[in-house]
């Protein structure tokens, strides 16, 4: 059944359905119904045919390899290391800065840093 023609029975059941006396509230309140309209009944939707994994779109950000030249500097012909070194792991490993710790992806070493409010 196309969905026009269930929405067209709905609107003549609307249509035919009694119309709700009002009784007068207490004390300047609004109307208020004296009978409880009865629940309309709900049409379900149908579900979404699932998609088979071949068929469904593929992820478009993939993991990306670490930019090493963004973690370097160079003054003067020197290269100097922006970030700190593992103390656990040595030199050669990065520490992760963040706003409020530094931490290490290979080993888990964290620190975090408090500042000393003035």
């Given at each position: ?12 059941k ?30 379900k ?23 090493i ?5 160079a ?13 656990r ?30």
């Open positions: 059944m196309p969905r026009d023609e269930k929405k067209e029975k709905r609107d003549a609307a249509a035919t359905a009694a119309p709700v006396a009002l009784a007068p509230a207490p004390k300047g309140k609004g109307k208020v119904p004296a009978v409880a309209p009865e629940p309309v009944e709900e049409v939707e149908k579900k979404k045919e699932k998609i088979s994994q071949k068929e469904r779109p593929r992820s478009k950000k993939k993991h990306t390899k670490v930019k030249w963004k973690l370097y500097q003054k003067d012909g020197v290269l100097t290391r922006k970030n700190e070194n593992c103390p792991c040595g030199p050669g490993t990065f520490l992760a800065a963040f706003k409020n710790r530094k931490y290490c992806g290979k080993c888990g070493f964290g620190v975090i840093t408090t500042e000393a409010k003035a």
